[in-house]
């Protein structure tokens, strides 16, 4: 294997015509030049300068490495500077997959205030609901995934096991309902009270929590409508056609015209959380983006 500082050695000597004059170049003893020397040689396979008394000239070898040994070591020191750059923060990309309603909420002010400390690092936003998003992150299609899960579903303890999980916030399910609703001026309701309601649901996971929470409490919600926008949700509780559960973040992204939000009783909440893998946590530009997410988590809590 071909040593960059050998390559550097090697060009000094070719420049200078002598162990003596690179070593003065380089900073260093005649003998550790031509140690250096001798351990390209060994490496290439073949001699790469001929010594005739206090004279030095290259072989055909030496003038083919030499002649490629300047665009070596200037890519060399091209990444080395991009990587310095990219350690620094002064440059860097990361990929962020988010759901739709931490899009809206969460992820503005912390890229805002990512752009603000570190304006060289460039970060791309892509929307997709867990799991899906989850997926993307473990086979490399992005570096962060905004993600949640329900507390106390199924298996979600074990379902992140390999990945770096930064805790963000608990989000509130909140209950929406028309404006002319029986409920609609309640200070709480109990998701009972509901069950012979019509229901709007949302994303496929959001939809699978909704029927495992009614159905503990004793019905089976009747689901006339089922749509991963939320606005559209909020539009079809607005005009009447029925009820529905969101979680606090999707309401802060919406004006629920037409509509009405109660506290739901008892408290259904979901786990908001950034996820990375566990080489790419290491990354500065990663860990600068996760520290932004839980700042702009923070300032959401109650």
Known sequence: MIEARHLRVLRAVAATGS????????????????????????????????????????????????????????????AEEEVAAIAGLR??????????????????????????????????????????????????DCDVALAFRYEGAAGGGDEWADLVVRPLLRDRLVAL??????????????????AREP???GCPRCRGQLV????GAG????IDFATDDYPAVVGLVGAGLGVAVLPQLAIESV????????????????EIVAL???????????????????????RKQP
Request: with cysteine; aromatic share 2%.
């Open 219 to 222: 019905f089976t919600p009747r």
């Open 19 to 78: 162990f003596s004059a690179a070593g003065r170049e380089l900073g260093c003893t005649q003998p550790a030049v031509s140690q250096q020397m001798k351990a390209l040689e060994a490496s290439v396979g073949t001699p790469l300068l001929i010594r005739s008394g206090r004279e030095m000239r290259l072989t055909q070898a030496g003038e083919a490495l030499v002649r490629h040994a300047a665009g070596i070591i200037a890519g060399l020191t091209a």
């Open 199 to 201: 229901w709007i649901a």
């Open 177 to 194: 309902v028309p404006e002319r609703h029986r409920l609609a001026r309640a200070g709480s309701v109990a998701i009972g009270e509901l």
């Open 91 to 140: 440059a860097g990309r990361v990929r962020l997959v988010s759901f739709p309603s931490g899009s809206s909420t969460l992820v503005p002010a912390a890229l805002a205030a990512l752009r603000a400390a570190h304006p060289g690092t460039r970060v791309s936003l892509e929307e997709a609901e867990p799991p899906q998003s989850v997926e993307m992150l473990r086979e490399g």
């Open 255 to 270: 004006r629920p015209r037409g509509a009405r939000t109660v506290t739901l009783e008892p408290a259904v909440r979901r």
């Open 212 to 215: 495992e929470v009614c159905e």
């Open 276 to 298: 990375t893998l566990p080489d790419l946590a290491q990354v500065p530009a990663v860990a600068a983006t996760l520290d932004q997410l839980e700042r702009a988590a923070g």
